[in-house]
């Protein structure tokens, strides 16, 4: 399937918001053997749980530089933090204050990509929208992730896993004749993170062959629609639980400021560069607000 086949059928944007040279992803351009697909590109992670997060954590995965920023007002949950922010770098800045504002928008200029997972007009009222991107940074690709889509009547509300799973009907087809059950997995959430990470690849490689600034947009309540589209498994079928050893190839050792971790590791399989963290998840705000190089 090619990159406008797919971003048609499991998104809602992938569109050119401006114009830019064409920009060769800096791992082709790299003479070192091994160079990752992602080698050199560098990702502002501006969001929260979880579906954010992991989109930005799937870009660390292909060698992204990825530098998670945030509030330190905002309340977070540190569990989510461990598993969403392996390798990456996290920061603080507070955008009330002009002095961090000037801050990001330098960062800006030295980005590839900009993700938020924020409600509809919540960064354009700070002068960090699509179209504000795309003049600091012409070339920039801008993930946009919430959870009722970029259009519509509900385009500006605040929304989450649950919601999504309510509003799109997911919870009482889960629960059959009882009361309406969650889908257990946040489903939604995870789901959500990789597709924006997919587009994303995809809209870097438009900026390679056609040039441009480019914003990708997914949402929690498209893709819950997308789940119950596919096909269904029979009445009676029943999970298999997975033995330790089938699970053993994908499990991983971390060192990390909360102790060692064993957790599972990336999970797609590539020979010539296999997907990995480059470092071990750090608790918000660990890092200065600067790119590594």
Sequence with gaps: MTDRAWSVKYINALIRIGDAP???????????VGARPLSGVRVLDL????????CARSLAEHG????HVRSAKLPFIEPFVIDTNPGKHSCFLDLDKPEDARTLSELVRGADVFSQGYRRGAFDRRGF????????????VVISINCYGHD????????????????TGMIHEHAGDEHPTLVPAAVNDYTTGYLGALGA?????????EGGSWHVGVSLSRTAMWVQSLPRVPDD????????????????DMRTAWGRLNRLGPIPRMSATPPKWGRPPVPLGSDPPRWSA
């Design 129 to 140: 929208g699509p179209s504000d991107l795309a003049r600091i940074r012409p070339g920039i």
């Design 237 to 252: 079928a029943a999970p298999r639980p997975l033995d330790n050893s089938e699970l053993a190839p994908y499990m991983i």
């Design 64 to 67: 992204a530089e990825i530098l």
């Design 201 to 209: 690849m995809c809209a870097l490689l438009r900026r390679e062959r």
């Design 152 to 167: 519509g009547p509900w385009e500006g509300r605040p929304g989450w896993e649950q919601l999504a799973q309510t509003t």
């Design 47 to 54: 969001t929260r749980v979880l579906a954010g997060p992991t």
């Design 22 to 32: 064409r920009e060769p992803l800096p791992g082709l351009l790299a003479s070192a």
